[in-house]
């Protein structure tokens, strides 16, 4: 349904812009082109505004120069509380396995998905512990969460195959035995 009420909007786009470009432009066919290239382009530019990576998305806690203090990972979604059991959570603090799993994330791409408000049965939530330098001397320790399924980070579309989930699923099988 979005699909069509977005050509709809494109096709009104052209009309309109085509209009307003036929006062500029003696030939009909060229103002029609001009309008379709700027509405098809507009189109273009706002849909790839959607697209993000993981790493962009948290740019602002996690960067080349953030030392990262611990993963947790909360895997017992209660459905009728809308919260994960904190008895569940896995704490990870060994460098080696937070940076798999930081790279796991830095490969996800990502697409903003307006319809898609939050993960209603997440499988995961992980929490990130970051230290950043604010400025000369001046440390930030902080924590940013996110759910995850295998299809959604939040409130974004996944949109490239990743193992993340089966290295999540790995690791809890690992922790519980």
């Known amino acids: 349904m979005d699909f069509l009420l977005d050509i709809m909007v494109i096709i009104s786009a052209v009309i309109t812009v085509t209009a ?29 505004s959607h697209y993000t990576t993981f ?12 030392v990262i203090r611990s993963i947790t990972v909360s895997t017992a979604y209660l459905p009728d509380e809308r919260r994960f059991d904190p008895e569940e959570d896995i704490e990870i603090e060994e460098e080696k396995i937070m940076n798999e799993i930081i790279q796991a994330f830095s490969e996800l791409e990502l697409k903003k998905d307006r319809d898609h408000h939050y993960i209603e049965n997440p499988d995961y939530r992980v929490r990130i512990t970051t230290t950043n330098e604010e400025e000369e001397g001046l440390l930030r320790t902080e924590s940013f969460y996110f759910n995850l399924n295998d299809k959604y980070l939040n409130n974004y579309k996944v949109v490239n195959d990743s193992n993340l989930i089966e290295m999540l699923a790995a690791l809890v099988e690992n922790e519980h035995e």
Do not use: E, Q
């Not at 790493?55 to 953030?66: A, F, G, Q, T, V």
């Open 20 to 48: 307003i470009l036929r006062l500029f432009f003696k030939k009909k066919i060229t103002a029609f082109a001009i309008a379709a290239f700027l509405v098809i382009g507009t189109a273009y530019i706002i849909d790839r």
């Open 55 to 66: 790493i962009d998305l948290y740019s602002d806690h996690l960067n080349k120069d953030s």
